[in-house]
Nanobody, 117 residues
Framework: VQLQASGGGVVQAGGSLRLSCAAS?????MGWYRQAPGKQRELVAS???????NYGDSVKGRFTISRDNGKNTVYLQMASLRLEDTAVYYC???????????????WGQGTQVTVSS
């Protein structure tokens, strides 16, 4: 599977940004991880083809993940962005398992999100 992510950039604190990631084929689970400098990679959000979602604690209530199964595309709407949301965001997909499990995951190239003060 090939993943094509887009939508990163620079935004002011409190602002919004939307990331997109298109897969080359139908995928069971898709979502986003992020990694900030000097920190471990962490789950941002995931969604299954059936619409079950999972969010990292630090983004709950601010970020919304959705997907268009017809387009094999997942979206991450980020609102109320904070300085600490600055990171490289990675689109992740898994054909048969959830991306929250550390098996059989496909990682896309990262996209930088920078939140400025």
């Amino acid at each position: 599977v090939q993943l094509q992510a887009s939508g990163g950039g620079v935004v002011q604190a409190g602002g919004s940004l939307r990331l997109s990631c298109a897969a080359s084929e139908s995928i069971f689970s898709m979502g986003w991880y992020r990694q900030a400098p000097g920190k471990q990679r962490e789950l941002v959000a995931s969604i299954t083809s059936g619409g079950t979602t999972n969010y990292g604690d630090s983004v709950k209530g601010r970020f919304t993940i959705s997907r268009d199964n017809g387009k094999n595309t997942v979206y991450l709407q980020m609102a109320s962005l904070r300085l600490e949301d600055t990171a490289v965001y990675y689109c992740v997909a898994a054909r048969y398992t959830d991306i929250t499990l550390p098996v059989n995951r496909k990682w896309g190239q990262g996209t930088q999100v920078t939140v400025s003060s």
